[in-house]
Each structure stands twice: as C-alpha cells, then as structure tokens.
Nanobody, 127 residues
C-alpha cells in the first residue's frame, strides 16, 4: 500500500515557476512508477509527466515538454514536478499518481495504469 500527499501548488504569474512535491508512505515507493496528471475545470484528467521507478526513464506530454521536469528521490520517498515558463493554460489541479509496484522499470501514461493518487494541489497561473 502506498499513500501519496502532493503539495507545492499556488498562484504564480505567467512565466514563473513552481515545484510540486509528492510524498509517499510505504516501503514500495522505490518499485513504483510515478506520474503527474492535471485536471482543469470542466475537463478530463490529463497526463502531464511520468517517471520509471529507477528514474532512468521519463516521458512528457507535448504541451509541457521542455518546460516541466519530473524527478524522484527514492531515499526520501518523494517525487517532484518542476514547472518553468508557466502559462495560463497550465492552470489546473495537479495530482501525483503511483502505479502498482512492478519489477519492470518503465513508465505509464494512462490513468488506468495508476492505483494510488494524491489529493491534488491547485496551480493557478495568471496572465
């Protein structure tokens, strides 16, 4: 069992930066692929970025590629999303997600692949 608590959201001007954190409880974090999704009002939850359990493989949505960076520190049971050059269209609730522990070191980008979810943190980018 993995429990996730995400934090770090806030209000920022366009062009600014934020770093989101996802703190995980449980001993299986280091075997769990992680990801960030986001959901804007009235829209579906969309994939943002994913990272394999070792951190060697990452994958990004086209809309954030080159601006966002996903990382993890398995010693601290924490995943991160560094968001730079933020745009108003990045405004959403951001959720971290954890896949079931697995032996294969890979990432996933579908919501159905993730079992564990954080409570969400609001990111608002003003123009």
């Amino acid at each position: 069992q993995v429990q996730l608590v995400d934090s770090g959201g806030g209000l920022v001007q366009a062009g600014g930066s934020l770093r989101l954190s996802c703190a995980a409880s449980g001993r299986l974090f280091s075997a769990t692929a992680m990801a960030w999704f986001r959901q804007a009002p009235g829209k579906e939850r969309d994939f943002v970025a994913a990272i394999s359990w070792s951190g060697r493989s990452t994958y990004y949505a086209d809309s954030v590629k080159g601006r966002f960076t996903i990382s993890r520190d398995n010693a601290k049971n924490t995943a991160y999303l560094q968001m730079n050059s933020l745009k108003p269209e990045d405004t959403a609730i951001y959720y971290c997600a954890g896949a079931p522990p697995a032996s294969s070191d890979r990432y996933y980008y579908r919501t159905d692949d993730y079992r564990y979810w954080g409570q969400g943190t609001q990111v608002t980018v003003s123009s």
